[in-house]
């Protein structure tokens, strides 16, 4: 069974630190893993996502995360934090339905960036 | 990727009745999905839109309460039916385009239940 777990349901840092928001999975084989972001009265924007290339994934605004299958973790890291990252951000597995794949919310982690 | 809209952004309604919420993308798209996302809450499955059959519903979701249609590759509704005040929610549209997983979401309808 496909499941997520994100670890932290806030986080706060403050503005130029480094951002950890944990993630670990449970998956019965490879899962596609991805990372969401949404802003406040905004859409869902994709980060980043995990298919097996690479385990270290670079997605857009300076944000990566890892995909480490001895510890089923899929932590998202971004070295400095800037006010405009503060937002929810869910960590998801998919597992592939058909032609598409059905996704799996985590919980949500909200990060909050202190000036 | 895909470029999602989704009308209305918001509504306020009266309980007792009925919103179908719309969804459009800018290019034809393999799945098409909706999601409700409670107050405060992460997201969950309604059902997949499939064009020009039945959706296909996840447990504890029904058509008679969400009916869904599909006509064609770049179009979808969601209705809310019989509406309460516990349907308050953001209800949002993805779509998958080619053979992939990856899903692009619309900016979300902001529904309250009076």
């Known amino acids: 069974a496909q499941s997520v777990t994100q670890l932290d349901s806030h986080v706060s840092v403050s503005e130029g630190t480094p951002v950890l928001l944990r993630c670990n999975y449970s998956s019965s084989y490879s899962p596609s893993l991805f990372w969401y972001v949404q802003h406040p009265n905004k859409g869902l924007q994709l980060l980043l996502k995990?298919?097996?290339?690479?385990?270290l994934v670079k997605g857009i605004n300076g944000f990566e995360a890892e995909f480490k299958k001895s510890e089923t973790s899929f932590h998202l890291t971004k070295p400095s934090a800037h006010m405009s990252d503060a937002a929810e951000y869910f960590c998801v597995v998919s597992y592939f339905y058909n032609q598409g794949g059905k996704l799996i919310f985590g919980q949500g982690t909200e990060l909050s960036v202190k000036p | 990727s895909a470029v999602i809209s989704q009308k209305p952004s918001r509504d306020i309604c009266q309980r007792g009745t009925s919103l179908t919420i719309q969804c459009q993308v800018d290019s034809q798209v393999t799945m098409m999905f909706w999601y409700r996302q409670q107050p405060g809450q992460s997201l969950t499955l309604i059902a997949t839109?499939?064009?020009?059959?039945?959706?296909?519903?996840e447990s504890g979701f029904v058509i008679d309460k969400f009916p869904i249609s599909r006509p064609n590759l770049t179009f979808s509704t969601l209705t809310v039916s019989n509406m309460s005040p516990e349907d308050s929610s953001i209800y949002l549209c993805?779509?998958?385009?080619?053979?992939?997983?990856?899903?692009?979401f619309g900016p979300g309808t902001r529904l309250t239940v009076l």
């Open positions: 995990y298919t097996s290339a690479a385990t």
């Open positions: 993805s779509a998958t385009s080619g053979v992939t997983d990856t899903q692009y």
């Open positions: 839109a499939n064009q020009g059959s039945e959706a296909t519903y």
